[in-house]
């Protein structure tokens, strides 16, 4: 089923579900392991998933109309497609229903201190239930709004901290005798961009022309890099590397700092930070829930895609409140972010490497 996407949308989905709940700790988890080098960690970072993001496309592009469901089923048969298959249900299920309970706590020490964390989540899951029914269509619309919104605040927040933080902050810019700890780094921030992987159900209606899918993918990988380097670099020049390694939340910590007095409606961004935020948190979860509905539907096609929904972001919801504390939920993620590098260049390479050898690229 083709959802008639155009290339701007899809681009923008890959922007709505990575960019959400992990810009708030970026700064501090890579500034732990690069400190002022992070911007060269994570502009091999960059590299890297635009390599992931080039394969999953060209295998959607090859594939004219299918998802993964479709072309994994004739590169490799049903056995291990069905394989594939519950290794992405897992993850995407267990992504945005984590996403959504540490987002909760998160939103409720910020904000909401006395409500309870299970009320925020209800809301949000509420919220993802309406959207997710509306199918990919209209999700791509909603991102593709919420996106532009969401960078054009970003990069005027951003703005405003740089200009109240201090250059010598941000120095040495890279040490040549870090390298192997840039590297190395790229475990952490890595796993930031993880969500490409959404591209495996989106079927692209190419028609053996447009190529320019890959320039939309591609430097929409390029973008949330950018914007990752300014959310890390600008906190750094406003706390500094050792400022930053006590913080969890350490882009609201940085941005709760700021007080311009200059720009009236700049004076306390930290509010404006928080509503772009929960967009992005809307987008992320919104996208994991439709892409783990969507699999376990293309397995069983009997049950109505709303009924499915339903039962998928209920059990989501039981499924949330089971980590008794924050702590636990980020240890979850820490070990979803491993399966994410399966999901977003493990088995899109071994589909690659299938379709290379048996010409399928040639024979369609």
């Known amino acids: 089923m083709n959802e008639s996407l155009t290339n701007r949308q899809i681009a923008f989905i890959i922007f709505g579900i990575v960019v959400g709940y992990g810009t708030l700790g970026l700064p501090k988890d890579i500034t ?12 091999i970072s960059v ?15 090859v594939h004219e ?40 706590e ?24 309406y959207a997710v029914i509306k199918k990919l269509s209209v999700i791509g619309r909603v991102c593709e709004i919420y996106g532009l919104i969401i960078i054009i605040a970003a990069l005027t927040i951003h ?23 840039y590297v190395k780094a790229t475990l952490v921030t890595l796993v930031p961009f993880l969500g490409i992987e959404i591209l495996v159900i989106i079927p692209f209606d190419n028609n053996k022309n447009n190529k320019k899918i890959f320039k939309y993918t591609i430097a929409m990988i390029g973008l949330i890099g950018f914007c990752y380097i300014l959310n890390v670099e ?16 350490a882009l609201f910590a940085t941005i709760r700092r700021i007080d ?15 509503t772009i935020w929960i967009m992005c948190i809307i987008c992320t979860i919104t996208l994991g829930a439709y892409g783990s509905i969507f699999m376990i539907n293309k397995l069983y096609n009997k049950i109505h895609f709303n009924i499915l929904a339903f039962i998928v972001i209920l059990s989501s919801f039981i499924v949330s409140q089971i980590p008794k504390t924050a702590d636990e939920v980020g240890k979850i993620l820490d070990y979803v972010g491993y399966l994410g590098l399966i999901t977003a260049g493990v088995i899109p390479l071994i589909l690659l490497i299938i379709t290379k050898v048996k010409k399928y690229d040639k024979k369609i």
């Open 159 to 181: 703005g405003a901290v740089f200009t109240q933080g201090k250059l010598i902050n941000l120095k040495p810019f890279f040490v040549a005798g870090h390298m192997g700890a």
């Open 260 to 274: 311009i007095k200059s720009l009236e409606f700049l004076e306390r961004i930290d509010g404006i930070f928080l």
């Open 106 to 129: 998160a939103i409720r020490l910020m904000v909401l201190i006395k409500t309870p964390v299970w009320a925020l989540n209800l809301i949000f899951f509420l919220v993802v239930y």
């Open 47 to 61: 590299v890297i998933t635009m390599i992931f993001t080039y394969i999953i496309t060209y295998l959607s592009y």
């Open 234 to 249: 600008s906190c750094i020049s406003v706390m500094g590397v050792d400022g930053i390694v006590h913080y969890e939340d």
């Open 32 to 43: 732990e392991n690069a400190g002022t080098g992070a911007w060269f960690t994570l502009l």
């Open 65 to 104: 109309n299918k998802t993964i469901y479709e072309y994994s089923n004739i590169l490799v048969g049903k056995f291990i497609t069905f394989i594939f298959m519950i290794i992405y249900i897992i993850y995407f299920f267990v992504l945005f229903t984590m996403v959504t309970r540490i987002s909760s």
